[in-house]
């Protein structure tokens, strides 16, 4: 179902999409809402495997690939084909983005590598989504999220906050993030273009754009040469660091400030702990961080949530509430803002949304197309390029 007209920062540009599952998606559902024409190409079958994720109304319409897919145009096209060939060909010459994750190889076969591409649009920016990157010895494997975070050290963060197994985060969060660099890698390269005319091949590779998410703050005491052994921020990996138990639930809290501690452990009728030469500045509470969270948790079960809340909002300390899964669909600020909201799908009928986070004054991003079914555009995409 088609909407307004594409009011975003993106709008006039066009994408070839040819991604799947998540990474890829999620990168271009955020193009999409910014107002790019995204064109999902999907082979005939059964399409992008994420349709069947879960049930829905129509069959082919899962919720996670509903929740990533709006704002898309959905084609079948066989690649492989002499025809599906022909029609690629068509769109990519009107295309300004060639985006997939398929893997450079069985791109070479079907014809649309780089250079292939580069010779139909000499102006495309042809975005690949790999697992790994060229010339290392995992260049040809497969990736998914649950290897990337096993293989990135992500995993094992969980082994050394709990002294037990190692663990994946229960959230495709490899996916995602890299789905994020894959967002402004496409940016970057389009700025690029802008300036100078110029498209190029951009490749997003999920090990190492993951592995540099997680290194941020956990290359820690190996920064600096020689190395201490001390990997992992102290305060990322402590088993204490969670949401404390009020008197009747959860509470976040996070006091930063000298000033701030002080006020907290007052509240809490522990003033001696401020005073305590291991907690009394920054420095000295990162070294102590276990013992520090400890006494946070025994302070904070004294009182309520909302007295928490209270207390807290009016020292300017930072908190919040812990919400369930549930409660987050009814919390206050996102119920203000609009976060969520009731659209109606001409094929699946009423389904959740998300409103589009991030707001720009001039180009604001916009919901114009609901989820397409498999193919529900072949044949209207394909007319406007001539083809049957």
């Not at 193009?31 to 049930?55: F, H, N, Q, S």
């Not at 398929?102 to 079907?110: E, K, P, Y």
């Not at 009747?248 to 001696?272: N, T």
């Not at 209270?310 to 996102?334: F, Q």
Request: with cysteine; hydrophobic share 40%.
């Amino acid at each position: 179902m088609m909407g307004q007209t594409p009011s975003g920062p993106l709008a006039g540009i066009r994408i070839v999409d040819m991604s799947s599952v998540v990474l890829g998606p999620f990168a271009t559902l955020i193009l999409a809402d910014l107002g790019a024409d995204v064109i999902k190409v999907e082979p005939p079958e059964r399409g992008d495997t994420m349709r069947y994720a879960g049930a829905s109304p129509t069959g082919d319409l899962g919720p996670i690939y509903t929740a990533l897919n709006r704002n898309k145009r959905a084609i079948k096209l066989d690649g492989k084909t002499p025809e599906g060939k022909a029609a690629l060909t068509a769109l990519l010459k009107d295309a300004d983005v060639f985006f997939h994750n398929v893997r450079l190889a069985g791109m070479s076969r079907m014809g649309f590598d780089y250079e292939a591409v580069r010779a139909i649009r000499p102006d495309i920016v042809y975005v690949h989504c790999a697992g790994f990157g060229a010339g290392g010895p995992y260049a040809d494997r497969q990736a998914y999220d649950d290897l990337i975070q096993g293989a990135s050290g992500f995993a094992a963060l969980n082994a050394m906050r709990s002294g037990g197994d190692p663990e994946y985060a229960p959230s495709l969060v490899a996916d995602k993030t890299v789905g994020l660099f894959a967002t402004y890698a496409t940016l970057a390269a389009l700025f690029h273009r802008e300036r100078t005319g110029e498209g190029q091949f951009v490749q997003v590779p999920m090990f190492e754009a993951f592995t540099f998410f997680n290194m941020v703050e956990n290359l820690y005491g190996e920064t600096f040469l020689p190395g201490n052994g001390r990997l992992a921020y102290t305060r990322s990996i402590n088993a204490n660091r969670k949401p404390y138990k009020t008197k009747d639930g959860y509470i976040g809290l996070v006091p930063y400030s000298d000033m701030q501690w002080a006020q907290f452990f007052e509240m809490g009728g522990r003033r001696d702990v401020f005073e305590d030469p291991r907690f009394s500045s920054y420095e000295a509470r990162t070294e102590h961080i276990t013992e520090l969270y400890a006494i946070i948790g025994e302070v904070a079960c004294q009182k309520t949530t909302d007295e928490w809340l209270d207390l807290l909002g009016r020292a300017n300390i930072p908190a919040m509430k812990y919400n369930t899964m549930e409660e987050v669909l009814e919390d206050p600020h996102l119920s203000e803002v609009g976060f969520f909201s009731e659209r109606t799908h001409p094929q699946a009928g009423p389904y959740r949304r998300m409103k589009h986070p991030v707001e720009f004054s001039k180009t604001p991003a916009s919901i114009r197309i609901d989820p397409p079914c498999h193919g529900a555009d072949t044949e209207s995409v394909l007319a406007s390029l001539g083809l049957d």
